[in-house]
C-alpha cells in the first residue's frame, strides 16, 4: 500500500484481504477507496452478549435480537393477490420461534438447515404462535454470537454486495487500525473544543467499534459524542458550500433590474381575475422584492394543490414583461405546459403581450416561426416543455423563468434554460409541500415563499377510508355524484415488481366498472404505458366532460385541472406513499362543488399502512403530510431522484438530525461572515464538496 499517499484516498485493491477481485465486487456498490469505507457507517449496534433467550419472547412493540439454528424453511407460493409465503424455523437452548417473510422465496434456499443466525426485529402472535415478521437477519459461526466484533457491542452493516457482515467489520477494523496520527480534520480546534466534538480519527473509531461502556440506545440513536461529530462535520461541510455557491451566484449581476411603478402595477391589476389571499399577497411581495435587486433571484414557492401559485407567477411574470423582459414557463410534460398556455392566455387575453406554446408535438413548420418570434422578441411569454432548452430556442431578452414542479427536471435542462437568458431571475414553483429540513437542503440555495391559505371559495375535500368490504358503499357514492353532474377518478397502484399485474388489474377493473357496474356511464382507462397522443386524447375527453369516470394508474397525478371531478377513489390505498396520497387527492376539490377522497384498503393492514390512512383522514394540510412522511419514508423516497439535488448524505438523517442541520447552517453563516481569505475549513470545503455531495451539476 502507498506509504505517501493520501490514506483515505487509497484504492481498497491496496487494502489487507481485499485484493483485485474483491475490489471489484466493492466497487459495484460504491466502495472503492478507504475513505468509502470507512464513512459507511453501522446502521444498527446489537449487543450480543446479551441476547434474548427464544424461550423467554413476548409479543412487543420493540425490536429485539435472538441467536439461533435454522431447524428449516419452506416457501408457499401466492395466489392471486395474496402474497408468497416463507417460513422458517429457528431454535436455541430454550424454545422455537417462528419466522415469516412476504414475497421473498428465495429465502428458502438462504436459510439452509443447521445455519447459525442472529435475527432483529418485532415478536408478535400469529394463531397462537410467537412469530417474527421480515427481520433483519446475519448468519454468523456457531461460536461467533458472543465473541463476534471487536467487543459485546457488534456493529451491523448494511449487505455490499456478496460481502458478509463479518468480512466487513474485519475489512473496517483495517482500514481503522491504518489510520494515520496526523488524519487531516476539517473542523478547525477552536470550533470543536466550543461545541465539545471529538477529533475525526477519534470519531470514526468509535462510532464504528464503540467501547463497551457506550449506552446502546445512544448508539443506535446516533447520539454519542463520535456519532454526533461526524453529523455535525457532514452537515456543516454541506451548509458552507451551499452558502458559497449562492455568494457566488450573487456576485454575478443581472444585465437588466426590473422597475415596479404605478403602470406597471395597474397592468397587474388588470390581469387579477379575484382578490389575492394573504398567503399570494406576501410571496408576490418577497419575489418582486428580489426582482428589483441587482443579483439574480433564485426563489422556490412553495403551496398545496390549488393555492393559486400559477397567478402569482404571473403577475410576476406581468411586471418582467412590462420591463421589456422575455419570460418562459417551464412544464414537465406536455399536458401541464398546454394546461397553462391555455390558463396563461385567458388571464392576457386584452393586454399587449403574445404567448407561445412551444413543446415537442408542434410540427416543424409551426415551430419554425415560433423559434423567430422568440429569437427576435416578438413571443413575450413562452410556455413549453424540455423543448424550451433545445438548440435552435435562442431567446432575445429572456429575463424571468418560471419553472413549474422542478423535481421532475434534470439539472442539466434547468441550467441550460438558465444559460439561454440574461442572467434571468429564476422562479421554481412546486405543488409537493417540502418540510424544512428538506428545503435546507435540496433548496438550500433558494429562498423560500409558502402560500398556505388556499383561495375563497375553496370547500375542504372529504377524506373517508373505507375497507374493501364496504366497496357497494363506494360505489353507490360514485353513482349519486355522476347523477348530480359531477365526474369521478378511480385510481389503481402501479408499482415495479409487479407492473404486469397491477396493470391487469386496472385494466380488468375498467372493463368491469363499464360493463358491469356503471353500464349507463361512460368509463375510459388511463395509464403510462399508452402512447401519449392516446394519453391526451383521454385526459381532454374527461375534462371537457366526455367521459363520467377516469380509470387511471398515477400516470393522473400528473393530470389537468378537472373542476368538474368531485370524487377520487383509490384502490389498495394502503400501497401507496403519504405524499403520492395527497397529490391524487389533490386532482379534486378544484371546483365549488363538495368533493370527496375514499381510501379503499384491503386487508391485512400494516401498521404503518393504517398510520398513512389515518394521517390522510386527519389532515388536509400538505406541509403536515409532508413532516409525516418523511418521518416514515425518509427523506431520499420523499425527494425522489438524485438529480432532485438531495446530497448524498453518508451519515446523518434528515429526520432524525434535523436540529443537528439547523446548528450547521447556524455555524456556517457565523463562519462564513469572519472568514479570511486563505481560511482552511473553506479551502477544504472548495476541494471536497461537489465529489463528496454529488451536486456538482445543480443549476
Not at 299 to 322: F, P, S, W, Y
Not at 511 to 518: E, G, I, P
Amino acid at each position: 500500500m502507498p506509504e505517501d499517499a493520501d490514506f483515505l484516498s487509497t484504492p481498497l485493491q491496496f487494502l489487507k484481504g481485499v485484493g483485485p477481485r474483491r475490489a471489484a465486487d466493492l466497487r459495484r456498490v460504491g466502495l472503492e477507496t478507504v475513505e468509502d469505507l470507512v464513512y459507511r457507517f453501522p446502521f444498527r449496534y446489537e449487543d450480543r452478549s446479551r441476547l434474548a433467550p427464544i424461550g423467554s419472547l413476548q409479543p412487543t412493540d420493540q425490536r429485539v435480537s435472538v441467536a439461533g439454528e435454522v431447524v428449516q424453511c419452506a416457501a408457499q407460493p401466492g395466489w392471486r393477490s395474496r402474497a408468497s409465503r416463507t417460513e422458517a424455523l429457528v431454535k436455541d437452548d430454550s424454545g422455537y420461534v417462528r419466522v415469516v417473510w412476504f414475497n421473498q422465496p428465495y429465502l428458502r434456499d438462504v436459510f439452509a438447515r443447521g445455519k447459525h443466525v442472529v435475527l432483529y426485529g418485532k415478536v408478535e402472535v400469529y394463531r397462537g404462535h410467537l412469530q417474527m415478521t421480515s427481520p433483519a437477519y446475519e448468519f454468523v459461526e456457531a461460536d461467533e454470537v458472543v465473541t463476534a466484533g471487536s467487543g459485546r457491542i457488534v456493529p451491523v452493516y448494511e449487505k455490499a454486495g456478496d460481502l458478509s457482515a463479518k468480512v466487513q467489520r474485519k475489512l473496517v477494523r483495517e482500514a481503522l487500525d491504518r489510520l494515520p496520527d496526523t488524519l487531516e480534520d476539517p473542523l478547525p480546534v477552536d470550533l470543536r473544543a466550543r461545541l465539545d466534538l471529538p477529533p475525526r480519527r477519534q470519531a470514526l473509531l468509535d462510532t464504528h467499534f464503540p467501547p463497551d461502556d457506550t449506552p446502546l440506545d445512544a448508539l443506535n440513536l446516533y447520539r454519542t459524542p463520535g456519532q454526533r461529530r461526524l453529523i455535525f462535520e457532514e452537515f456543516l461541510l454541506f451548509q458552507i458550500g451551499i452558502l458559497l455557491r449562492r455568494r457566488e451566484a450573487a456576485a454575478v449581476p443581472k444585465a437588466f433590474v426590473p422597475v415596479v411603478n404605478d403602470a406597471i402595477r395597474e397592468s397587474a391589476r388588470r390581469v387579477l381575475p379575484f382578490h389575492l389571499t394573504a398567503g399570494q399577497k406576501q410571496a408576490l411581495a418577497e419575489i418582486v422584492g428580489d426582482m428589483q435587486q441587482p443579483t439574480p433571484m433564485n426563489r422556490l414557492l412553495q403551496g398545496d394543490v390549488g393555492a393559486g401559485k400559477t397567478i402569482v407567477a404571473l403577475l410576476a411574470a406581468v411586471v418582467a414583461m412590462e420591463n421589456g423582459l422575455q419570460v418562459a414557463f417551464m412544464a414537465p410534460t406536455e399536458i401541464l405546459a398546454e394546461q397553462h398556455d391555455f390558463n396563461l392566455r385567458r388571464l392576457l387575453e386584452g393586454s399587449r403581450f403574445r404567448v407561445e406554446l412551444l413543446t415537442g408535438a408542434i410540427g416543424a413548420a409551426t415551430r419554425r416561426v415560433q423559434r423567430a418570434a422568440i429569437a427576435s422578441g416578438d413571443a413575450h411569454l413562452v410556455v413549453g416543455t424540455h423543448a424550451l432548452v433545445q438548440e435552435g430556442v435562442t431567446f432575445h431578452r429572456l429575463g424571468f423563468v418560471v419553472i413549474d414542479e422542478q423535481h421532475r427536471f434534470g439539472v442539466l435542462q434547468r441550467a441550460t434554460l438558465r444559460e439561454k437568458g440574461l442572467n434571468p431571475d429564476v422562479l421554481v414553483m412546486t405543488a409537493t409541500p417540502i418540510p424544512r429540513t428538506l428545503a435546507l437542503t435540496v433548496h438550500g440555495d433558494l429562498d423560500v415563499s409558502v402560500i398556505r391559505d388556499l383561495p375563497p371559495g375553496r370547500r375542504p375535500i372529504r377524506t373517508m377510508v373505507r375497507p374493501e368490504a364496504a366497496r357497494a358503499e363506494v360505489y353507490e357514492i360514485i353513482r349519486a355524484q355522476i347523477e348530480e353532474g359531477r365526474q369521478a377518478y378511480v385510481v389503481y397502484p402501479l408499482v415495479e415488481e409487479s407492473a404486469k399485474v397491477d396493470l391487469r388489474a386496472a385494466t380488468e377493473m375498467a372493463d368491469h366498472l363499464a360493463t358491469d357496474v356503471f353500464p349507463e356511464f361512460r368509463v375510459a382507462l388511463l395509464h403510462g404505458r399508452m402512447k401519449q397522443n392516446a394519453k391526451d386524447r383521454v385526459m381532454k375527453a374527461f375534462a371537457a366532460g366526455d367521459l363520467h369516470i377516469l380509470v387511471a394508474t398515477t400516470v393522473v397525478e400528473e393530470g389537468i385541472d378537472v373542476p368538474n371531478a368531485a370524487v377520487m377513489v383509490i384502490e389498495h390505498a394502503e400501497r401507496f406513499g403519504l405524499s403520492q396520497l395527497h397529490q391524487l387527492r389533490g386532482r379534486v376539490g378544484r371546483g365549488r362543488h363538495q368533493s370527496s377522497c375514499i381510501l379503499l384498503h384491503q386487508a391485512p393492514l400494516s401498521e404503518e399502512g393504517a398510520y398513512r390512512l389515518k394521517a390522510m383522514a386527519e389532515t388536509a394540510d400538505g406541509f403536515v403530510i409532508a413532516e409525516r412522511d418523511m418521518e416514515l419514508r425518509g427523506p431520499g423516497d420523499l425527494a425522489g431522484t438524485r438529480q432532485s439535488g438531495l446530497p448524498a448524505l453518508r451519515v446523518g438523517d434528515l429526520v432524525r438530525d434535523r436540529a443537528l442541520m439547523e446548528d450547521a447552517r447556524r455555524e456556517a453563516r457565523a463562519w462564513l461572515a469572519q472568514a479570511p481569505e486563505d481560511d482552511l475549513l473553506v479551502a477544504f470545503v472548495r476541494r471536497t464538496w461537489a465529489p463528496r455531495f454529488g451536486l456538482a451539476e445543480v443549476g
